[in-house]
Nanobody
């Protein structure tokens, strides 16, 4: 299983960015996918998750209304559209797969992780 996150970069506060996660080596359309973030010196935290059908989404309170998680099962790719970015969103963003069909916010439930992509939001 390989997860390749991409699309990170530097953006000003209030701006938008979309990060992607390309998956291989798994039946992508069967599992829950999630995004987590980790700021420098802090613990990794849940951002968003999406069930395999794409119908059930969960978001951290801090990103609700600003971030949108989606997936294209035909392309084995997951996305995180981030809008109205804030300096506190600065972090490395990781994608991960959960071997189940129910959304979960616990990082311990996710079996495989991508390498992360850095998002920097300047004030």
């Amino acid at each position: 299983v390989q997860l390749q996150a991409s699309g990170g970069g530097m953006v000003q506060a209030g701006g938008s960015l979309r990060v992607s996660c390309a998956a291989s080596g798994l039946w992508f359309s069967r599992y829950v996918m999630g995004w987590f973030s980790q700021a420098s010196g802090k613990e990794r935290k849940f951002v968003a998750s999406l069930d395999w059908r794409g119908g059930r989404t969960d978001y951290a309170d801090s990103v609700k209304g600003r971030f949108t998680i989606s997936r294209d099962n035909a392309k084995n790719t997951m996305y995180l559209q981030m809008k109205n970015l804030k300096p506190e969103d600065t972090a490395v963003y990781y994608c991960a797969v959960h071997w189940g069909d129910q959304n979960t916010t616990a990082d311990s439930d996710y079996a495989y992780w991508g390498q992360g992509t850095l998002v920097t939001v300047s004030s």
